[in-house]
């Protein structure tokens, strides 16, 4: 297998603080790869150095063999890397339909001549198939600012994956998403990611939502990576058990059980 | 329909038509009401482009001032063509944007307002001072031809005014087909979410940069259009800040709906300054502030929202009548 992302030393300082030190990681083609730490263990730091929006202090960031350090997001999207909000960026007073017709617009090389018109049938008809691939399409003509956040952080990873990204990184997908929709939120948006092959990597701090999507953990602590195994291997990991699960964490099959 | 050829652009399309029939009835004195108009609308057309990106500028005058001058320089230096004088403002114009352009782009809200008021008032005082740039006197812009074209006397103003309209006609449909492309609907992106748009892969700083000199163009072209319809310009009723304030006035008044809107509300905006003047000298500043009150607090969305505002009321009334329909044949 080919390697979509290799981290080699990445170290970043702010002032006095240490977000991130000595991270060396990589990321297979088709791998789905789970970030669990507390918070402020430099996950997100992580992402954002990853996309180009923070600068590394020092170390080497490869995306498809080639070193994205010192790029803007925007020139690291284009490469095919991109990423989903914590806290969903989309364009609030427009419908989900014209957001994701304006993603599109941008992203297609030919949507960008002068006078050449947002809305034609061929790029609705695209919005309208990544609508339904991301079950949205009942909220198609509502506005962004209006909708409830488990539709709205779908319409933010709908709009981050029209590109067709080789990896896709998603901040905290399932937060603020009440316990119940979780799962059925998680579901939707593997099973879309999949359908474009898509390399997948997330960050998440529900610990049953990493075991059921996650083929491979990293655990972050104080900005390192304190654990790179697979999930079943990381959950047992006392050093993960006690920086970032905490001890009240014991599902069944941790001790030698089966899934439930 | 085509996607182009839309709505707006045959409102446009006819409002040219009836004001080149219009130019054979007018007055004098109307003609250069509706001249003065066309030229403050087309810079109005370019702070609706900034104002849909979520960005005010207090500092306009500093382009149509650049239009206007050039104009009087050039005729210093030999060139009467309307047309020549025309490309020569708004390159001028469109030179100036792009290079503030740089500076402007990274900021926002009040700070890009009162930096490009700060230009303005750089460029005043500059032409203020110096002798060589007229002075406080300014210059006065005498007769242009029209490819090469003197017409007689009594021909000139119908024919200044016919040249303009089809200059505001051509901004006018040019920024509403920007306005509807991909690049135009940028607007819309940046001043909702500019992360987003750099996570799309577009620069918004260059986005930006792109309306910031759309802007300037066409303030260029309201400035040459301007310096040809008074015959003088001057930096008192050319470059000082109250100019750009009247082009913020009009956008408010118009909205920013629709470009067509922006002609209106330049219209409107002089005649109330007209009549305000004329009907009560001492007081036409209360009457022009009183009106823009009465704007932001009964049409905050500007003239353009009234016609929103009867569609939907029209379509209140339609649904109140289907369902009424529906009830008596239920009845029956």
Redesign the interface.
């Known amino acids: 297998m080919t390697r979509v992302l290799e981290v080699h030393d990445l170290e970043k300082n702010f002032g006095g603080v240490v977000a991130a030190h000595n991270i060396n990681v990589a990321v297979e083609i088709g791998e789905t790869i789970g970030i669990i730490g507390a918070n402020g263990a430099g996950k997100t730091t992580f992402v954002n150095m990853v ?1 180009g929006y923070l600068k590394p202090s020092s170390g080497r960031i490869e995306f498809m063999g080639k070193n994205v350090v010192g790029l ?3 020139d690291v ?2 490469l095919g890397l ?2 989903s ?1 914590q806290v969903p ?6 419908s989900i339909f014209d957001n994701m ?3 599109y ?3 297609e090389r030919s ?10 049938e061929e790029r609705a008809a695209k919005v309208d198939a990544q609508l339904k691939r991301y079950q949205i399409d009942d909220y198609r003509d509502m506005a962004a600012s209006a909708l409830p956040q488990g539709v709205r952080k779908l319409l933010d990873i709908a ?2 994956t ?2 067709n990204p080789k990896l896709v990184m998603l901040d905290e997908p399932t937060s603020g998403i009440s316990v119940e929709e979780k799962f059925g939120l998680m579901d939707i948006i593997m099973q879309a990611l999949r359908e474009e092959e898509t390399t997948v990597m997330f960050i998440e701090h529900d610990m049953e939502i990493v075991e059921r999507f996650v083929d491979r953990v990293w655990a972050f602590y104080q900005g390192q990576v304190i654990c790179d195994a697979t999930t079943a291997e990381a959950m047992k990991d006392e050093k993960v058990r006690e920086f970032v699960i905490g001890q009240e964490y014991h599902p069944a099959h941790v001790e030698g059980g089966v899934h439930a | 329909m085509n996607r182009l050829f839309d709505k707006t652009f045959w409102g446009l399309t006819i409002g040219l038509v009836g004001l080149l029939a219009l130019n054979f009835f007018l007055e004098e004195w109307m003609r250069s009401i509706g001249l003065q108009s066309l030229s403050r609308g087309c810079v109005a057309i370019g702070l609706l482009i900034l104002w849909r990106t979520g960005l005010v500028s207090f500092g306009h005058a500093l382009f149509f001032g650049f239009g206007a001058y050039t104009v009087a320089m050039m005729q210093i230096l030999g060139v009467n063509d309307l047309f020549v004088l025309l490309i020569c403002g708004m390159a001028t114009a469109g030179f100036l944007a792009f290079f503030l352009g740089f500076l402007l782009r990274k900021y926002r809200a009040i700070f890009f307002a009162l930096l490009n008021m700060a230009f303005s008032m750089i460029l005043y005082g500059v032409l203020a001072k110096a002798e060589w740039l007229g002075s406080t006197d300014g210059f006065g812009v005498k007769q242009v031809s029209f490819i090469g074209m003197t017409p007689a006397d009594d021909m000139y103003r119908p024919l200044l005014f016919v040249c303009a309209a089809f200059f505001a006609y051509i901004s006018a449909v040019g920024a509403h087909w920007y306005l509807k492309s991909t690049l135009g609907m940028m607007t819309m992106a940046v001043r909702e979410n500019e992360i987003r748009v750099e996570y799309l892969g577009y620069s918004a700083e260059k986005a930006i940069h792109v309306k910031y000199v759309l802007s300037g163009l066409l303030a260029g072209v309201g400035g040459v259009i301007m310096a040809v319809t008074v015959g003088h310009v001057d930096p008192d009723s050319m470059v000082y800040w109250p100019v750009s304030g009247d082009f913020v006035f009009i956008t408010i008044l118009a909205g920013t709906g629709n470009v067509g809107a922006t002609f209106i509300g330049a219209l409107v905006y002089e005649l109330l300054r007209t009549y305000a003047f004329e009907f009560a000298p001492h007081l036409w500043q209360l009457i022009l502030g009183g009106s823009l009150l009465l704007i932001i607090m009964f049409l905050p969305d500007g003239l353009w929202s009234i016609r929103s505002e009867l569609r939907n009321r029209r379509e209140l009334r339609q649904a109140k009548r289907d369902s009424d329909n529906r009830a008596a044949e239920v009845r029956r």
């Open positions: 996309t803007q997001p925007r999207t284009k991109c990423r909000f960026q989309v364009f609030l007073s427009e017709m304006v993603a617009g941008i992203a949507g960008l001549g002068l006078f050449a018109p947002l809305h034609t709009m981050a029209v590109r």
